[in-house]
């Protein structure tokens, strides 16, 4: 079955760096694009970073561009959110999702991680 298990998450000083890892299985992950969301508390979630399959490719929401990058290990099945350069705005909890076709439940759907907090505090 699917699974994204996210970890790296916690508390760091503005200016300070984390990094994120997500662990995918259930699925052919090369075969995928990957996604990073994240949600401040009150707010809608949203789309941070995404990579293609190869990666490739990658895009930024303009809030983290230039400070946040995207990567993945096809071989090792993760994918990774590099953080540097962090500001207060960037806490909230981070989720790890990918769309994928599915047969057996219907085709195309999407997958989320439990999430990982990140909290940018001095």
């Known amino acids: 079955q699917v699974q994204l298990v996210e970890s790296g998450g916690g508390l760091v000083q503005p200016g300070g760096s984390l990094r994120l890892s997500c662990a995918a299985s259930?699925?052919?992950?090369?075969?995928?694009?990957m996604n990073w969301y994240r949600q401040r508390p009150g707010k809608e979630r949203e789309l941070v970073a995404d990579?293609?399959?190869?990666?490739?490719?990658?895009n930024y929401a303009d809030s983290v561009k230039g400070r946040f990058t995207i990567s993945r290990d096809n071989a090792k099945n993760t994918v990774n959110l590099q953080m540097n350069s962090l500001k207060p705005e960037d806490t909230a909890v981070y989720y790890c999702?990918?769309?994928?076709?599915?047969?057996?439940?219907?085709?195309?759907?999407?997958?989320w991680g439990q999430g990982t907090q990140v909290t940018v505090s001095s």
């Open positions: 259930g699925f052919t992950f090369s075969s995928y694009a």
């Open positions: 999702h990918a769309w994928v076709y599915k047969q057996d439940v219907g085709g195309f759907r999407h997958y």
């Open positions: 990579i293609d399959n190869t990666g490739g490719n990658t």
